[in-house]
């Protein structure tokens, strides 16, 4: 490019006289190009931005919508303990979990009862070591079927006898959750029972075991005493599921020493003729 000196128009490489004012050009240099000025960077896309935004309020949401799910729950909890009788609206997951949570707290207290006395097995019998970890596990697989197998069907029963005899507007749904309403009791009796299983403390275990029981039992008793059997008289309605129950949970537990007890002898044989086999050389 040339610069005319006299009026700093820009002309070509190649021309001698300016074409605005007629100046000789051709003592004038030739200039390098100016380069194109860069072309900016487009900012982000608004919709990216949007999307970004719309994520993060997502996000906040969906964490708001658990805390408040968790916090309507724990109102539920706190009614029950405070007024198990009464009756009251609730999410059809509210008496499942609740269930749930209190088998898991039965099972780990039994579960650390049964490491608490391993320990002291192992200790007393190291030889014996093998053996007892494989009761242990063994122990562990049978109190996890029988408080679930026991628990379902001792429900289950109740259940269909109510809507056999009493004619009852309950779904299964809706009768675990007036039934864990009214025995909310058993959570915390089975959070005092884990906590005393992992301190060793037999005597308390016993006495928080048998409340335990006992809450369930008028919880099942007065589920039923609230319908108004069509059938059969209240009294003995309530008499003959009582009896019925206590016979479910005789043969669960039955079953489970039975099982259990198979198991011991079972090792013990394999200890005898292990011993025997080792002498015989």
């Not at 299983?197 to 008793?221: D, E, K, P, R």
């Not at 206590?246 to 198991?263: G, L, T």
Request: with cysteine.
């Amino acid at each position: 490019m040339k610069e005319c000196p006299n009026c700093h128009a820009e002309m070509g490489a190649d021309v001698n006289f300016c074409t605005n004012c007629g100046t000789d050009l051709r003592q004038v240099a030739v200039s390098e190009e100016k380069p194109a000025p860069a072309a900016l960077e487009p900012k982000a896309a608004p919709v990216q931005e949007a999307e970004v935004k719309a994520e993060g309020q997502a996000d906040s949401q969906a964490s708001g919508q658990a805390e408040n799910v968790l916090s309507t729950y724990w109102q539920w909890l706190l009614h029950a303990w405070k007024k198990p009788a009464e009756t009251v609206a609730a999410e059809k997951w509210y008496g499942l979990t609740t269930l749930i949570l209190e088998d898991l707290f039965f099972i780990l207290a039994a579960l650390a009862g049964m490491n608490n006395l391993a320990k002291s097995l192992e200790i007393s019998y190291p030889s014996f070591l093998s053996i007892i970890t494989e009761l242990k596990s063994s122990f562990s697989s049978y109190v996890i079927i029988s408080v679930v197998l026991g628990q379902v069907v001792v429900l289950a029963i109740n259940y269909f006898a109510m809507k056999r005899f009493a004619k009852s507007e309950f779904d299964f749904v809706g009768y675990l959750n007036r039934y864990a309403h009214l025995s909310a009791y058993s959570l915390i009796l089975n959070v005092l029972f884990w906590l005393f299983a992992l301190t060793g403390s037999l005597g308390l275990q016993g006495i928080v075991l048998n409340m335990t029981a006992v809450v369930g039992f008028l919880a099942l008793i007065y589920v039923l005493l609230e319908e108004k059997a069509e059938k059969i008289d209240q009294m003995q309605f309530a008499l003959v599921i009582s009896i019925i129950v206590s016979i479910v949970v005789m043969i669960v537990v039955k079953m489970f020493f039975k099982e259990f007890a198979y198991e011991i002898a079972s090792i013990a044989d394999q200890l005898v003729n292990s011993l025997l086999g080792s002498h015989s050389y």
